[in-house]
């Protein structure tokens, strides 16, 4: 054996279970832990449940079948129909404002489709700017016209699409520069125009980015509460809060969990079979894009311009103005009482999700074993649960076992402890854990692919541990993974409502928590304040993501042998 390959055969550990090692363990209980709320999820569907579930089966059940399914398709349609032509415009085609708007499709990401909620109903609702300008400008009075409702099913829809698009526009773009010059040509060849190339073939070539982006963005939608909810549109999500804050029956709200459970599956089996072993063969040469010139530049700017005006100008604006010119909206104890509880929470949960990506990773490059692959494939599947899902997987089991040690102790010792885990900071880190530990695992594994085996064994050489390894030599190269995958735990689960609703501690509300209360109560103005915060928060991520685009898009243009 060479001296190179004994190095390495030392630094990898390539057998199966028994000698897993610490890493390995860590992998195995980390996956185990994520499929903990799911099985507690499914075993409702085998617990008796009163008559409650009998009640919505005979009455609600249905409605939430089709307004779920009828939401999904209206979603499907808005991201596709904007993220696509959008990526399309932008990579095959150069026109004035371009560079600008390539960047800026991405900014819709910061505003969650819960916020532009409330603030399209401030501007769309009968008292609002949008409809009192029509009234003066007409003569009309309010019942002598028609307006769209905007709190209906199609709201909510253009809501999502609005805010979920850019899943869709930033792998379809990626698609659509992976894309080579020859083959653009030879359709151009074969007598195609420009509709034609993109639909016969550009279109085609990039379907598996833009069935994944799909995926993921319908995925959101069926996780979706604050939408939804503020909207009063009655779909799974909804159903589930009702059947346990309203109600009162956990065992209802966990089995129609499990039927949400079913949807997010079905999704994530049509995008595997969709996908199916799509593959792009050949040599890769960037096609320059085509200059725009007359009317088509008016056009294809003002199509890009559009969902980044709706989906992010617009609410941002609204919110500004009432921000400002609202009395009720103000900066006060409250708020900084908000924010520091809601950077607590990020900042936790982010810093544990790094801690636990970085091993997940660091073990699945040391311990060559297929059991710990296949932990670490299964430790991300959180990600495809809503957080209603989460919440009752976790609440249920933690239920019972705080009630059991309450019991247990009333009895060996006179003392009442009450719940010590359900509605605690701990439960609420760990449905964190288990919902955004995909996103911290994939950005922490892309950037440990950076580093090369020769350093492993160049470390390994000068007698570093493979522990000592990772913290002296791959987290330093990783560091700028490292701060990319924080900050994007960190705004999501800043971002995030239902799981926060549902097993926030009692008196400790978040910014997204304390937006969605008062607009439900119909305090849009005050709840202007802290939806700014959240939306301000999350653009500095997005800023970061948007320099990453353009450096890209430059670099794939120029050709990889430009300097």
Same mark, same amino acid.
């Given at each position: 054996?060479t001296?190179l390959?004994?190095?390495r055969s030392?630094?990898y550990?390539?057998s199966?279970?028994?000698?897993?090692g610490w890493?390995?363990s860590?992998?195995i209980?980390?996956a185990?832990s994520?499929?903990?709320?799911?099985?507690?999820?499914?075993?409702?569907?085998?617990?008796p449940?009163?008559?409650?579930?009998?009640?919505l089966?005979?009455t609600?059940?249905?409605?939430?079948?089709?307004?779920?399914?009828l939401?999904?398709?209206l979603?499907g349609?808005g991201?596709v129909?904007?993220?696509v032509?959008s990526?399309?415009l932008?990579?095959?085609y150069?026109?004035?404002?371009q560079?600008l708007?390539?960047w800026?499709?991405?900014?819709p990401?910061?505003?969650?489709?819960?916020v532009?909620?409330?603030?399209y109903?401030?501007w769309?609702q009968?008292?609002?700017?949008?409809?009192?300008a029509?009234?003066?400008?007409t003569?009309?009075?309010?019942r002598?016209y028609?307006?769209?409702e905007i709190?209906?099913?199609?709201?909510?829809a253009?809501?999502?699409?609005?805010?979920?698009?850019?899943?869709?526009?930033?792998l379809a773009?990626s698609?659509f520069?992976?894309q080579?010059?020859?083959?653009?040509?030879?359709?151009r060849?074969?007598?195609y125009?420009a509709?034609g190339?993109?639909?016969?073939?550009?279109?085609?070539l990039?379907?598996?980015?833009?069935v994944a982006?799909?995926?993921?963005a319908?995925?959101?939608?069926?996780?979706?509460f &604050?939408?939804?909810?503020?909207?009063a549109v009655?779909?799974?999500?909804?159903?589930?809060?009702?059947?346990?804050?309203?109600?009162?029956?956990?065992?209802?709200?966990?089995?129609?969990?499990?039927?949400?459970?079913?949807?997010?599956l079905?999704?994530?089996?049509?995008?595997?079979?969709h996908?199916g072993?799509?593959r792009?063969?050949?040599?890769r040469i960037?096609?320059p894009?085509?200059?725009?010139r007359?009317?088509?530049v008016?056009?294809?700017?003002?199509?890009?311009?559009a969902?980044?005006?709706?989906?992010?100008?617009?609410?941002a604006?609204v919110l500004?103005?009432?921000?400002?010119?609202e009395?009720?909206?103000?900066?006060?104890?409250?708020?900084y009482?908000l924010?520091?509880?809601?950077?607590t929470?990020?900042g936790v949960a982010?810093?544990?999700?790094?801690?636990?990506?970085?091993?997940?990773?660091?073990?699945?490059?040391?311990v060559?074993?297929?059991?710990?692959?296949?932990?670490?494939?299964a430790?991300v599947l959180?990600?495809?649960?809503p957080?209603?899902?989460?919440?009752?997987g976790?609440?249920?089991?933690?239920?019972?076992?705080?009630?059991?040690?309450?019991d247990?102790?009333?009895?060996?010792f &006179?003392?009442?402890?009450?719940?010590?885990?359900? &509605?605690s900071i701990?439960?609420l880190?760990?449905?964190?854990?288990?919902r955004?530990?995909?996103?911290?695992?994939?950005?922490?594994d892309?950037?440990?692919?950076r580093?090369?085996?020769s350093m492993?064994?160049?470390?390994?050489?000068?007698?570093?541990?493979?522990?000592?390894?990772l913290?002296?030599v791959?987290l330093?190269?990783?560091?700028?993974?490292?701060?990319?995958a924080?900050?994007l735990?960190?705004?999501?689960?800043?971002k995030?409502?239902?799981?926060t609703?549902?097993?926030?501690p009692?008196?400790?509300?978040t910014?997204?928590?304390e937006?969605?209360?008062l607009?439900?109560?119909?305090?849009?103005?005050e709840a202007?304040?802290?939806?700014?915060?959240?939306?301000?928060?999350a653009l500095?991520p997005?800023?970061l993501?948007?320099?990453q685009?353009t450096?890209?898009?430059?670099?794939?243009?120029e &050709?990889p042998?430009?300097v």
């Open positions: 054996m001296g390959a004994a190095l030392r630094l550990v390539r199966p279970a028994g000698r897993l890493l390995g860590v992998s209980i980390v185990a994520v499929f903990a709320p799911i099985v507690a999820v499914i075993w409702n569907v085998y617990l449940s009163a008559t409650t579930w009998s009640h089966v005979s609600v059940l249905p409605e939430y079948i089709f307004n779920t399914l939401l999904a398709v979603v349609i991201v129909f904007f993220g032509i990526a399309w932008v990579t095959a150069s026109f004035p404002g560079r708007l390539e800026a499709l991405v900014l990401l910061a505003m969650p489709a819960y532009m909620a409330y603030a109903t401030d769309l009968v008292a609002g700017p949008v409809q009192t029509i009234r003066e400008i003569g009309w009075q309010v002598e028609w307006f769209p709190r209906s099913l199609p709201g909510a253009a809501m999502l699409s609005f805010a979920l698009y850019p899943y869709v526009y930033l773009r698609a520069l992976d080579s010059r020859t083959t653009l040509e030879a359709a060849l074969a007598g125009g509709w190339r993109f639909w016969h073939v550009a279109l085609p990039a379907r598996t980015g833009i982006g799909t995926a993921l319908l995925m959101e939608t069926l996780a979706d &604050g939408t939804v909810s503020y909207f009655n779909t799974f999500t909804t159903g589930i809060y009702r059947a346990w804050l309203s109600l009162g029956d956990p065992v209802a709200a966990g089995q129609l969990a499990s039927c949400l459970l079913v949807f997010v079905a999704m994530l089996t049509l995008e595997r079979t996908r072993g799509a792009y063969a050949g040599k960037p096609m894009p085509q200059r725009l007359g009317w088509r008016a056009s294809a700017f003002g199509f890009c311009a969902p980044i005006t709706l989906g992010f100008l617009v609410p604006g500004l103005r009432l921000a400002i010119n009395p009720e909206a103000q900066f006060d104890a409250r708020v009482s924010v520091a509880n809601t950077f929470l990020s982010a810093i544990a999700a790094l801690v636990v990506a970085v091993l997940l990773a660091y073990a699945g490059r040391v060559r074993s297929p059991l710990v692959h296949g932990a670490n494939q430790a959180g990600y495809a649960l957080g209603a899902v989460i919440a009752v976790i609440l249920l089991p933690l239920g019972k076992l705080d009630n059991a040690i309450a247990w102790t009333y009895e060996q &006179g003392v009442k402890t009450g719940l010590l885990l359900t &509605g701990t439960a880190i760990y449905a964190y854990l288990v955004f530990l995909a996103v911290a695992f994939q950005t922490v892309a950037g440990l692919t580093v090369t085996s492993d064994d160049a470390a390994r050489s000068l007698g570093l541990s493979p522990a000592r390894t913290l002296r791959h330093p190269i990783m560091w700028g993974s490292l701060l990319t924080g900050l735990v960190f705004v999501d689960v800043m995030e409502l239902p799981a609703f549902a097993m926030r009692f008196n400790f509300d910014l997204a928590v937006a969605y209360n607009a439900k109560d119909e305090r849009i103005a202007a304040v802290p939806s700014l915060l959240i939306v301000g928060i500095v997005l800023i993501l948007s320099r685009i450096r890209s898009s430059l670099m794939r243009r &050709g042998g430009h």
